[in-house]
Each structure stands twice: as structure tokens, then as C-alpha cells.
């Protein structure tokens, strides 16, 4: 399992909004792991049923209080969902939550309980070992605040043979990991000083960013500090979006032109049609290809390329992904078409980080955009969707052939809602969102691919489409 701990491990996300009571922000120095059991043996209690509790209720009821709760990743016998990322706190272990990753392994009835074990145990030495941390860093919640937790792994009330047999298990996975890079983690991990908030974050985390223009805001940086999630793509969404405004933004717009600029995926020359015109979906394509051009740039690995033929990447007939993105075919959005492609999932609008992708309907028509950030209705950008949001700004490319046109950020106004007359263009009456976020290439699901290939090939062959045996 070591050869491919990912895979194995299965990791989803759920993250918790941004904004909500149990996500703090706040940086944690990880110094450690914790690990629980979920005290839970309800039919059904598994991984993803408590990442969707903590994303949206997040608090149970004592004695007439909320009480608040939170930690980062949810194991059960056949996936891990993560509802924080790994370097901000949650409240799961007293004193322990400003030092560790809290893990909590599942127990509801049915559950193939050692496999949840090994995963749990794969999971805790995958992120001690990116942390560069040994085994004595694995702690019980019992450890912190001597509550009888995680309950099965306890001998009664203590640690015992039971744990030992556990911290063996990490032990032996983290030797296996040596001389690996990262396991878990997409960004070696950062050490800030203690007290450093994400206040303070904001004006530092220059050091890892291009920022091309004052247009983004410390506000921005906020709201764009949720993007370092370790399984989506959107930090090098966000990078590539970033590139090509500073290459080309304000250099106008052509409904029938297509990419900025000739540039070479791969071996595959991207050839631009009309430079540096561009319209709205082709922009969006040229910031995915972008995007998986820098990933591969950054992780130096080149796998990335080959998960589609050019047939199946490039070309506006036929099943191509670029085709779908272009909405051709059928497909009504950028994040269905990477969804189709398995390169992505379809998400609700109150669930985007900086990155994601909106396809929407206005009044004289439709866009297809690059989500910067919510917007409350001064058009400042706020963390996390909530009732003062009335809109969020965007990246693409439109306007008319002048420059001053083309790409760049604008702000989008939801219909029914009022934003006040800023300084900048507003684009109003946006309703019938469709919203998706692209999966980081480790997770890019071929079968998910082939699936749709193939009911696609049914259809052109006018028989009703009817799943492979095996695939969903
Ligand atoms: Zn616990």
C-alpha cells in the first residue's frame, strides 16, 4: 500500500466553509496527530455522514449550549473525507488542538473495523512523515484531556496493548514512506511563528504568490488562503488565472477567438486563433491547461499530461474535453465537463474557494467565469458564503474588442440582490449558477471517463446507455 498511500487511502474532501463557528482559521504549527474514535455506532455513522455534519451543523446541544466541534480528517473501512486543512486548528482535543491533526476512525454497526484501523493508521504516518515527524508525535485524545477516547483502541480507560498494537501499525507505514516527498500533503508544510494569525498571513503570503495587480485586496488574500485544500487543483487554477492576466489581461475580447497566445501543452502546440482575443469558455480552457501545466512544472512529474490523448483533450467535435467545456454536446458547464472527464465534481455555490468554475445565465445570456471570491454589498470579498453575500467576483474574458476589454476580474451581482456602484464593472442579474471544482491530477478518476465515454458511443449508436458491469 505504501507504493500508492493516496489511492489507497482514498481521500475526499468536505471542507467546512470558511466564516462558519468551527473553523477558526487559524495556522496550526503541526507538531502531531491525534486520534479518535467517533463514539458513534449508529447504522450509517461513517466518514461521510460525519464530514457532512461537520460542514453544515458542526455543534451538538449540552445543557442548552452549542457546543462547537471540528478536526480534519473522518476515517471509515472504505474512505477518508478531510473537513479542514491539515495546517488550520480545529477543536477536537483540548490543549491538543493548537499542536495536532485530529484523526477519528469510524465505528458504526457494519463497519469492516480493521481496515478502518489500517487506513486510519496509513493516514496518521502519511502526514507524519510530510511533517517530518516520528511516531512518538501520534497522541490519543485520552492523552490531552483524559477523556476515554479513541474508545476502541483504549484498554478501558487507558492506553494499553490495544494502542500499542495501532502506534506498531503507523510505525511500520512510516518507515515504509522513507525517502517518499510529500504523501498527503500537495505544499511542503510551513512553520510560522507562534501567534502568527491569518491576519498576519495575509501580508506575507506574498512570498508564495505573484500578486499582478493592486486589484487584489488583502480581503482577497483572506478568502484566498482557503484554497491550499490538498485534493482540489484551485491554488494552481488560481496561479494560472493569475498568469495569464498579468500576460494578457485588458487586451480585449472576440466572441469567435480563441487563446491568448501559442503555447505548447506538453507536445501538443495550443495554437491561438486570433491572439490575443479570447472569449469566455476558451479563457477557462486555457487557464485548466495552464493549471496542469504549472502542476506539472511544480511536481515535476509529467503524469498529468497522458491521462488524456490529445484526441480526447483538444478539438470542438466530437467528446473532447475541450468541447465540453465549450458547452458543446449537451454539456452546460465547465464543472460539468471536467466532472463527465473525472477531473473534477460538480459543487453548490456556497461550497467554492478562490479557483473554482461558474457557468451561469444573465439577462442578455450566459458566461463562463473563474470564481475569485464572495462579495457582501460593498463588493468586499468575504470568507465563506452567507447571508450578506450578494454576489462574488470573477476572472474571464469579455467586453468588446477594445483594450480595457477582454480578461479580467469583474464583480457579478446575483439576481435580487444589490451590490452598491463601485469603482468596478459589475456584471448583474446572474442566476441558474452551475459550479465545479477540478480535482488535483493524483485524483483524476479515468474509469469515471471511460464511463461516459462509453454511454456517449451508446448514444451515437442511438442504444440507450446502460453501465459496463462494475462502474457506477
Ligand atoms: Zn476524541
Not at 32 to 55: E, Y
Not at 216 to 234: H, Q
Not at 261 to 279: E, I
Not at 406 to 426: C, E, H, I, P, W
Request: proline share 4%.
Amino acid at each position: 500500500m505504501a507504493s500508492t498511500p493516496t489511492k489507497f487511502l482514498n481521500i475526499r474532501q468536505m471542507i467546512i466553509p470558511p466564516g462558519r463557528k468551527n473553523r477558526p482559521g487559524k495556522h496550526l504549527n503541526v507538531a502531531g496527530v491525534t486520534i479518535h474514535n467517533t463514539d458513534n455506532a449508529s447504522k450509517g455513522a461513517d466518514a461521510h455522514a460525519h464530514a457532512k455534519f461537520v460542514a453544515t451543523t458542526g455543534y451538538y446541544m449540552l445543557n442548552g449550549q452549542q457546543h462547537w466541534i471540528s478536526w480534519h480528517y473522518t476515517v471509515d473501512d472504505q474512505e477518508i473525507w478531510q473537513s479542514l486543512p491539515s495546517d488550520e486548528i480545529g477543536w477536537h482535543a483540548g490543549p491538543g488542538n493548537s499542536k495536532t491533526i485530529g484523526i477519528e476512525i469510524c465505528m458504526n454497526v457494519g463497519i469492516d473495523q480493521t481496515a478502518a484501523n489500517e487506513r486510519a493508521a496509513a493516514l496518521a504516518a502519511g502526514l507524519l512523515h510530510d511533517y517530518n515527524l516520528g511516531v512518538d508525535s501520534l497522541y490519543t485524545h485520552h492523552k490531552w484531556t483524559g477523556k476515554r477516547c479513541p474508545v476502541l483502541l483504549l484498554n478501558g480507560s487507558e492506553e494499553g496493548s490495544k494502542w500499542l498494537e495501532f502506534k506498531n501499525l503507523v510505525e511500520e507505514e512510516l518507515a515504509d514512506l522513507a525517502g517518499r516527498e510529500l504523501v498527503i500533503l500537495r505544499k511542503k508544510p510551513r512553520y510560522l511563528p507562534q501567534e502568527y494569525s491569518r491576519e498576519d498571513e495575509t501580508i506575507e503570503i506574498g512570498d508564495d504568490w505573484e500578486i499582478p495587480e493592486i486589484f487584489l485586496t488583502k480581503s482577497d488574500m483572506v478568502s484566498s488562503a482557503v484554497m491550499y485544500d490538498d485534493l482540489y487543483m484551485n491554488s494552481d487554477v488560481i496561479d494560472a488565472v493569475h498568469e495569464v492576466y498579468a500576460d494578457f489581461g485588458h487586451r480585449g475580447y472576440n466572441l469567435h477567438s480563441n487563446f491568448t497566445n501559442n503555447f505548447n501543452f506538453d507536445k501538443h502546440l495550443v495554437k491561438a486563433s486570433n491572439p490575443p482575443y479570447t472569449m469566455c469558455v476558451s479563457s477557462q480552457f486555457e487557464i485548466i491547461l495552464k493549471a496542469i501545466i504549472m502542476y506539472c512544472d511544480r511536481t515535476r512529474d509529467p503524469k498529468a499530461y497522458s491521462y488524456l490523448s490529445d484526441r480526447e483533450m483538444f478539438g470542438l467535435n466530437g467528446m473532447t474535453l475541450q468541447n465540453c467545456v465549450w458547452e458543446n454536446e449537451g454539456c452546460h458547464s465547465v464543472g460539468k465537463a471536467l466532472s463527465l472527464f473525472g477531473m473534477g465534481e460538480i459543487v453548490d455555490f456556497s461550497q467554492l474557494s478562490p479557483g473554482s468554475f461558474i457557468s451561469y445565465d444573465h439577462p442578455h445570456g450566459g458566461h463562463s467565469v473563474c470564481f475569485i471570491g464572495y462579495l457582501d454589498a460593498k463588493a468586499n470579498i468575504v470568507q465563506g458564503y452567507g447571508k450578506d453575500v450578494v454576489g462574488f467576483r470573477f476572472f474571464s474574458s469579455n467586453g468588446s474588442g477594445s483594450s480595457g476589454d477582454g480578461l479580467s476580474y469583474r464583480n457579478g451581482v446575483l439576481t435580487g440582490r444589490q451590490m452598491d456602484q463601485g469603482a468596478f464593472k459589475q456584471a448583474t442579474g446572474i442566476h441558474n449558477m452551475r459550479c465545479g471544482m477540478m480535482y488535483s491530477p493524483e485524483n483524476w478518476k479515468r474509469e469515471k471517463l471511460e464511463y461516459y465515454l462509453f454511454s456517449q458511443q451508446r448514444i451515437f449508436a442511438g442504444v440507450a446507455p446502460t453501465p459496463p458491469s462494475g462502474q457506477p
